[in-house]
């Protein structure tokens, strides 16, 4: 959470950084800052709220001019959002942006207070930038160097130091930091996006790494202040990829790109027609030597699990669990040599899922990450690895990214059934070119919106509302419900159809719509029956099956009709009207769809 850049070149730095500031603002938008050398002295300018709320405050009080600066849009952790708790901080001579939570930060404070340092915000952040002003001796890496050493937690911080108007300094523990390299020109960044537009060259900081950037080049030194070498790393990126390019949000847009992203993700993994995941460092051999696999990861890329654990156990009848990482990494996990533990992360900096897999590792577990940011920690740390090529994705509710997510489960249970001898190749050959027809039949439900718009139409005044399904029906109406409260913010559950009559059943009042998902043939007409014991009580039912599929028209009041699909790959296609249902329905409820409240888009704090 958090975004930060700095800028240090020729070009008006405050254009800069407002501008890699609007490509991270998915990090973090309770308030934004920037802190700008002009004439030789630090101007900060920052306010509460959205990026333009900046703009306007600059707009009215004066725009920092000068070419070296740092900015900042922030997720708010300690201290609530509010002009005096956004970054950057000013502790004297230093100035900081923070991305992170300083959890020693109380006793740091305590300590400075008591040597008469004074503070004017709530937040772990100014802590670091009174610590770093009060342990200053006019060497900045020196004194970052040391001042590292007393904190706790994680942090990736962008510095200037008055007296060196000509530098900016940057330091990474746990939070995502890369350094930009241009031409007289140099950036840092929380992620590549921000500097996509002016150069596609990077280092990626490691652990307690120290940047230092001039016109003249990018420097780095280690934790004790001793010159690094490393490798100039080049983004692929598309500069288009992070641009809307006439879609009214990132996130149809990214609802649209589905389809290519299954391709890029699947082709390369497919040779003569069976899956390939040898460059993942995943053989045949490899997968006969699991006895159970654990999935661990967070809110959807936890769902995207969810339907891998399905299809894993029924075509290769290995035993899957699914944990959500925040628990799995205090619950004490039966796993350990011979287990594989899968952590599926878009970001691959999701601190919960990071912190599991590396207990995972700990247990003497294999881990395999399934990521979509290249070069995260996730990735960078787990013994397999498999990229989902989907791009970046921009808005907050993940839509693309759980899209390939899913796509790369299949292909790794379709691997997997072959290694144990559960499914032969034809069978193996049969689903792998079934995925590869997945991208035809989304674009076709891509290309008819007005169902879902309808749909979307009839939610807008409830309250509350329930998916339900059955079986891989289940698995996806999880996803669904997410979705739909993530950005509609309509109070919504997802429950096994077959469960609700156990308790849940009782919520059912005319007021309370029912989304059902019956894809799954062998279990239709028992969730059929479902419906009708909530339509029976009132509940306004909106099914989402096959158009073919005869349904009692007394059993519903809406229907989404799907294109024919085979039963096991059906949440691919059937996720599609269920992100368009959430997504027309926080668009009429005239929500900030990219961008919901109280979110962020990476999540690195526990
Ligand atoms: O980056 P990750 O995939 O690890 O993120 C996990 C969740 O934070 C994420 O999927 C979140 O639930 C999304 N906002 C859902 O749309």
Same mark, same amino acid.
């Given at each position: 959470m958090c975004g930060i850049v700095g800028y240090v070149g020729k070009r008006d730095c405050t254009d800069v950084l407002m501008n890699g500031l609007s490509k991270l603002e998915y990090r973090g938008y309770d308030s934004a800052g920037i802190a700008v050398f002009q004439n030789g002295k630090i101007e900060v300018a920052k306010a509460k709220g959205?990026?333009?709320?900046?703009?306007?405050?600059?707009?009215?009080?004066?725009?920092?001019?000068?070419? =070296?600066?740092?900015?900042?849009?922030?997720?708010?952790?300690?201290?609530?959002?509010?002009?005096?708790? @956004?970054?950057?901080? %000013?502790?004297?001579?230093?100035? =900081?942006?923070?991305?992170?939570?300083?959890?020693?930060?109380?006793?740091?404070?305590?300590?400075?207070? @008591?040597?008469?340092? %004074?503070f004017d915000s709530d937040t772990d952040t100014e802590v670091v930038a009174r610590l770093l002003d009060y342990r200053y001796n006019g060497s900045p890496i020196q004194t970052i160097s040391e001042t590292i050493r007393d904190l706790e937690g994680s942090y990736a911080l962008g510095i200037i130091f008055a007296d060196h108007p000509e530098q900016v300094y940057a330091v990474r523990c746990e939070s995502p930091l890369i350094a930009g390299v241009g031409d007289g020109e140099n950036f840092i960044a929380s992620d590549v996006p921000a500097i996509l537009e002016y150069t596609r060259d990077y280092y990626l900081l490691e652990h307690e790494e120290i940047a230092v950037l001039g016109r003249d080049g990018v420097h780095i030194f280690d934790a004790y202040g001793q010159p690094v070498e490393k490798e100039l790393k080049t983004a692929d990126w598309d500069v288009e990829a992070i641009r809307k390019n006439g879609y009214v949000h990132f996130m149809l847009k990214e609802i649209h790109e589905q389809p290519t992203a299954i391709r890029t993700t699947i082709s390369p993994r497919i040779q003569n027609g069976l899956p390939n995941l040898e460059e993942c460092g995943i053989t045949l051999e490899v997968l006969r030597g699991f006895r159970q696999i654990h999935v661990v990861a967070c809110g959807t890329a936890m769902h995207a699990g969810t339907v891998g654990k399905y299809v894993i156990e029924k075509l290769a009848r290995v035993p899957v669990t699914v944990d959500i990482a925040s628990e799995f990494r205090y619950c004490d996990p039966l796993v350990g040599t011979g287990d594989?533990?899968?952590?599926?992360?878009?970001?691959?900096?999701?601190?919960?899922?990071?912190?599991?897999?590396?207990?995972?590792?700990?247990?003497?577990?294999?881990?395999?990450?399934?990521?979509?940011?290249?070069?995260s920690s996730i990735a960078r740390e787990a013994d397999m690895l498999i990229y989902t090529h989907a791009g970046p994705e921009i808005a907050v509710a993940s839509t693309k990214a759980y899209m390939v997510q899913i796509a790369v489960m299949y292909l790794f249970a379709f691997e997997l059934a072959l290694a144990v001898g559960q499914i032969d190749e034809t069978e193996c050959r049969r689903l792998v070119t079934l995925l590869e027809q997945t991208p035809d039949s989304i674009a076709e439900i891509l290309e008819r919106k007005e169902q879902v718009q309808y749909i979307a139409s009839s939610l807008i005044t409830a309250d509350s509302l329930l998916y339900i399904g059955r079986g891989l029906d289940y698995a996806l109406s999880m996803e669904g419900s997410l979705k739909l409260k993530e950005i509609s913010y309509i109070h919504s559950e997802s429950y096994a159809a077959g469960e609700l009559k156990h308790g849940t059943i009782s919520l059912i009042t005319e007021n309370m719509p029912v989304i059902a998902v019956a894809t799954q043939t062998a279990l239709r007409e028992k969730t059929i029956s479902n419906i009708k014991e909530v339509k029976a009580r009132g509940a306004r039912v909106i099914l989402v099956c096959r158009a073919s599929d005869t349904i009692d028209p007394e059993a519903v009041d809406l229907r989404y009709d799907l294109p024919d699909f085979d039963d096991l790959l059906m949440p691919m296609i059937a996720v599609v009207p269920l992100q368009l249902i959430a997504y027309y329905t926080s668009v009429l409820k005239g929500n900030d769809v990219d961008k919901p409240r109280n979110l962020a888009k990476s999540v690195t704090v526990e």
């Amino acid at each position: 959470m958090c975004g930060i850049v700095g800028y240090v070149g020729k070009r008006d730095c405050t254009d800069v950084l407002m501008n890699g500031l609007s490509k991270l603002e998915y990090r973090g938008y309770d308030s934004a800052g920037i802190a700008v050398f002009q004439n030789g002295k630090i101007e900060v300018a920052k306010a509460k709220g959205r990026l333009k709320n900046l703009e306007e405050h600059m707009k009215a009080e004066g725009r920092p001019t000068g070419q =070296i600066g740092i900015g900042h849009t922030r997720w708010a952790t300690h201290g609530e959002p509010s002009d005096v708790n @956004s970054h950057p901080h %000013s502790g004297g001579r230093v100035t =900081i942006v923070h991305n992170g939570i300083i959890e020693n930060y109380k006793e740091l404070k305590d300590y400075l207070i @008591s040597r008469g340092v %004074s503070f004017d915000s709530d937040t772990d952040t100014e802590v670091v930038a009174r610590l770093l002003d009060y342990r200053y001796n006019g060497s900045p890496i020196q004194t970052i160097s040391e001042t590292i050493r007393d904190l706790e937690g994680s942090y990736a911080l962008g510095i200037i130091f008055a007296d060196h108007p000509e530098q900016v300094y940057a330091v990474r523990c746990e939070s995502p930091l890369i350094a930009g390299v241009g031409d007289g020109e140099n950036f840092i960044a929380s992620d590549v996006p921000a500097i996509l537009e002016y150069t596609r060259d990077y280092y990626l900081l490691e652990h307690e790494e120290i940047a230092v950037l001039g016109r003249d080049g990018v420097h780095i030194f280690d934790a004790y202040g001793q010159p690094v070498e490393k490798e100039l790393k080049t983004a692929d990126w598309d500069v288009e990829a992070i641009r809307k390019n006439g879609y009214v949000h990132f996130m149809l847009k990214e609802i649209h790109e589905q389809p290519t992203a299954i391709r890029t993700t699947i082709s390369p993994r497919i040779q003569n027609g069976l899956p390939n995941l040898e460059e993942c460092g995943i053989t045949l051999e490899v997968l006969r030597g699991f006895r159970q696999i654990h999935v661990v990861a967070c809110g959807t890329a936890m769902h995207a699990g969810t339907v891998g654990k399905y299809v894993i156990e029924k075509l290769a009848r290995v035993p899957v669990t699914v944990d959500i990482a925040s628990e799995f990494r205090y619950c004490d996990p039966l796993v350990g040599t011979g287990d594989l533990v899968i952590v599926i992360s878009q970001s691959g900096e999701t601190a919960d899922s990071l912190a599991a897999m590396r207990l995972a590792k700990s247990l003497g577990a294999k881990t395999l990450a399934i990521v979509n940011a290249m070069g995260s920690s996730i990735a960078r740390e787990a013994d397999m690895l498999i990229y989902t090529h989907a791009g970046p994705e921009i808005a907050v509710a993940s839509t693309k990214a759980y899209m390939v997510q899913i796509a790369v489960m299949y292909l790794f249970a379709f691997e997997l059934a072959l290694a144990v001898g559960q499914i032969d190749e034809t069978e193996c050959r049969r689903l792998v070119t079934l995925l590869e027809q997945t991208p035809d039949s989304i674009a076709e439900i891509l290309e008819r919106k007005e169902q879902v718009q309808y749909i979307a139409s009839s939610l807008i005044t409830a309250d509350s509302l329930l998916y339900i399904g059955r079986g891989l029906d289940y698995a996806l109406s999880m996803e669904g419900s997410l979705k739909l409260k993530e950005i509609s913010y309509i109070h919504s559950e997802s429950y096994a159809a077959g469960e609700l009559k156990h308790g849940t059943i009782s919520l059912i009042t005319e007021n309370m719509p029912v989304i059902a998902v019956a894809t799954q043939t062998a279990l239709r007409e028992k969730t059929i029956s479902n419906i009708k014991e909530v339509k029976a009580r009132g509940a306004r039912v909106i099914l989402v099956c096959r158009a073919s599929d005869t349904i009692d028209p007394e059993a519903v009041d809406l229907r989404y009709d799907l294109p024919d699909f085979d039963d096991l790959l059906m949440p691919m296609i059937a996720v599609v009207p269920l992100q368009l249902i959430a997504y027309y329905t926080s668009v009429l409820k005239g929500n900030d769809v990219d961008k919901p409240r109280n979110l962020a888009k990476s999540v690195t704090v526990e």
